[in-house]
Structures are given as structure tokens and as C-alpha cells.
């Protein structure tokens, strides 16, 4: 039998720096605000910390534009305090995985800024073209700006300043597995990589007629792109047994397969999107009310289609789970319990996104200008253009920004909720005085000692860890699903709703978030359960 990875029994935590701690009021969160709180995550009982984009940026897309990939931006601290922060984190057993992002960089880069002005060597490192293709962006708006310095367009599908890199320039290669070396060397455990599936184009031909992204065919998921991620593991990862976990985009369950299956050998994981967009009308601005019973459909097909997920219901580019599945009022406590209970003990490895643990929600601002995400504000403007309504178009960007999750953690009920003691880069949520990581601490029926006692019991599980998963009901509101490990069982039951339900299950009931020792068949308002069913 193979070997088990710490990955397949560990728990991931993300964190988005410029949101988690801020230690010297600035009003960002940084580096040192994070070995502050590395005692509260021992405590929590991760393994892992995924530390969203800490290099040097402009931060025109939070970091996610990278203009040195070596280097701490100073925003976040020096590359010391990283060197401690691994230090510290591994003296807890928490290793660091970093975010790659290498479908594009910085338009600060200097290998932007050579290629620009065409020096030797630098010339083809991104994607330049005379004339533009249609393909569109994921920022909305075209793919394409025209570089006054070069006198040539040039490719993004971000951000204009986040310009796309030349994967056929083999120098792109080489630069990528000096960074990844740099890391690992350093004794990182691997990386999350951004929309890794994208970044080998085909070809420059223009793509289907379509507002939005045209062209995707030309650049998903290509041939190209599993070269490359061979490639990368063959000559750089597999030496350091490191770790990778893909954000894929659109990916079918073939593609996820390809990408992720352990005898491919070229990712670990992948994040799979299908159940994040059960609700979405084509994108994720228009949206249908949330229906459970769909995204059930969707989890349980990705759990049969990949031999290990990676499970996530909340990053730092989609709203609160809480907010947006569960019941972010009368049913808070009871409904993120829930959801916590489904993510734990689903097939494969859980991440948790900073605050989910205290159930943090949706952002309550109440004015455009109070948002600083590029994507929100490209999208504004865009959809100022189009014949929608005031109402709908404030729904768009209430529902779906990005926002929604980057305000600071809430740690304590003092003022902006302990993230800061200047001002915060967006507002904190005033529910801090009532939704914060002290009185949660304090108090043992709170969503944060839930996760704890659940984390402990995953930990000690190996139902849990290392079992089947089969779906046993799916009916409306109801999700039941069992986890087989060499003969022993586990049943899940779930109520996304705040109506009794009857299922056919009963039995002795060994966690939820209802108190009780017997299940006998009903399941309360957004109770969760888990059973070992007569
Ligand atoms: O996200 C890529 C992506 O396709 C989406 O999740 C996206 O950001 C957006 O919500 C589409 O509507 C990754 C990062 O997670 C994101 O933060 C970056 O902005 C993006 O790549 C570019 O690096």
C-alpha cells in the first residue's frame, strides 16, 4: 500500500494576510500579526497554513500581482519575519504552503518592464501580439492592452496590469523552478497554484462569440498545461516531496481527473468549482436563489469523481458560507455548525478560510465606495453601462463580491474587532461586537470550540479521514451521506433548513450540533449529525 501523505489526514487553514493581523496599525494585516495568532491555529488543530500571496506587489489585485517572487512585500514584513513565521509554524507542527501564481505577474515585474523595452533575452516572456484576438477577460472587459513603450498589445486575462507569461519561452520554466526552489529550500511544504489550468495557450485565434471569456477553449486545460505541471513535479517537487493543490477553473470531471489523479503525477489536489456555482445564471453575478438539493448533486458527484478532493466552501474570492448557504441570522450558531460538520467530514482534505471558524458573514457595507476589490469596481462600471436596474445591479455586487470575505478577522469586541489599531484597509464588520474569536473562546457552545471538538474528533477518526463516501439521501433540504472505513461506518445527516425533517435513519449519535445521545429520525433546524446508524 502507498504511503499516506500528511495531506490526506491533515486539515489546511488559508490565510489572506492583508486581512488576518494587523501588529503595527497600519491597517493591514502582516507577517508578524500572523505568528501572533499561531498559538489560536495550534489550538484550532490545523496542519497547514496556505498563506495567500505575501511577495512583493502593487497590489492592484492584492498580491496576486507579483513583482518579485522572492522577495516579503514590506507592507507584510521582511523576508526575517517570514523565516521566523516558518520557524514558529513548524515548532507547532504547521507547515506553510505558498500561493504560486505564475499564469501571470506584476506589470512591475522587471521581466515586464525588459520585455517592454525588448532586451535581449526578455523579449518573449509574456505574450505580445500586434493585433488583438477577442478573447475576453475574468475581470470582464477585454484581454488585451496596447503597451506604448513596446508598441505591441499585449495578453491578460486578469488585470491589465497582470499581464499573462509566455509558457513556450523555455527561460519561463527555468525562472519558475528557481522560484520554486527558492521556497522549498527555505522549507515550505508546497504550494496552492492559481488558476494553474489556464496557462498554456494553444493559440492566439480568436474564440467563440461570447461577452465573456471568449476564447477559453484556446487556453483551458491544454495539453500544454499537463506538460508543464509534469514537468514542474518531475524536475523540482518530487525531490522535495512537496505538495501542490490546483485552482482549476471550469474543469469537467475528466479534466479534474487529469489533473489530479495520483498516477498522472502532475498535481496533489485541485480545487473543483461545480459547487460553488450551483446558483450562478452562466456567471457568477446573476444568480438564482441558492438551492441546496443542487449543490448536494455537485458535491456528491465530485466526491465519486476524484479518488481525493480537496473541500472547500469559502476562499478570499467567494462570499461567506455562512451568508450565502446557511443562515447568517436567527440560525448563525446553528447553521455554520452545520456546515463545519459537513466540511470535516467530507472524502478528502479540508480547508478552512480564515474566520469561517467563528462564522464570520457577508460584508455589510452599504456603498460602492466602501469596496477596494478591482474585480467589484471593473464590474461596477461595467454593468453601469448596461440597461439594469439600481436594485439589481447593488444585488450583483451585494451577492457576489469579493469583499464580501477580505474584511478583517474579528478577533476580540475592541475596536475593529482587534485586526487593527489604526484603520482598517476596508471596514471591519460591525457584528465584531458579537461575532469575535474572544467570547468564542470563551464560551463552549460557540461555532469556534464546535470546530475545535470536531477537528479532534476527524483527528482521531479514521472513518472520517480515510473512508468512502456514498450518498444516502438527497431530498430537498436533506443530505445524508456514509463514510466506510475496512467495514465501520459513519452516517451524516444534514438539514440546510430551518424546518424539522423526518429521514430514515437512526442510531447512536457520536457528534452534532444538537446534544443528544440517540438519533432517532429527525433532525432539527440545520442540525448536522453524525451517526453510527442501527
Ligand atoms: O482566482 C481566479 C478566478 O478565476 C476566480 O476565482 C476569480 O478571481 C473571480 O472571482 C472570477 O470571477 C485567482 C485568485 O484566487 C484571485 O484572487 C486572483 O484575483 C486571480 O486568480 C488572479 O490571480
Redesign the pocket.
Known sequence: MQQRKWWQDGIIYQIYPRSFCDSNGDGYGDIPGIISKLDKLEALGIDAIWL?PVYKSPQV??G??IADYMAIDPMFGTMEDFDKLLAEAKARNIRIIM?L?I??TSDQHEWFQRSRRREPGYEDYYIWADKPNNWGG??GGGAWDYDEVRGQYYLH???KE?PDLNWRNPAVMEEVQDILRFWLDKGVAGFRC??INIIWKNDLENGVPSPILAGLKHYHSTPGCHAILRRLRRDVLDEYDAYTVG?T?FVSEQQGRDLCEPNRKELDEIFS?EHMETEQIG???FKHPFKPEKFFRAIAKWQHALTWNANYFE????PRSVSRFGDDGKYHNKSAKMLATMLLTLKGTPFIYEGQEIGMTNFDFTHIDQLQD??SHNVWGIAKKLPFTDTYRWKMIKT?S?DNARQGVQWSDALHGGFTTGTPWLAVNKNYKTINYASQERDSDSILNYYKSLIALRRENEILRRGTFEEKLIRGDVFVYEREYEGKKLTVALNFSDKIRSIPFKGKQIFGNYEKKEFIGVLAPWEGAIIEVE
Open positions: 495567500s489585485d492584492n496576486y500581482d500561493d501564481v499564469n501571470h475574468f475581470f486575462l486578469f488585470a497582470q492559481d488558476v485552482e477553473v468549482f456567471v457568477k453575478w476562499n478570499h474570492d467567494q478591482v474585480e457576489s469579493r
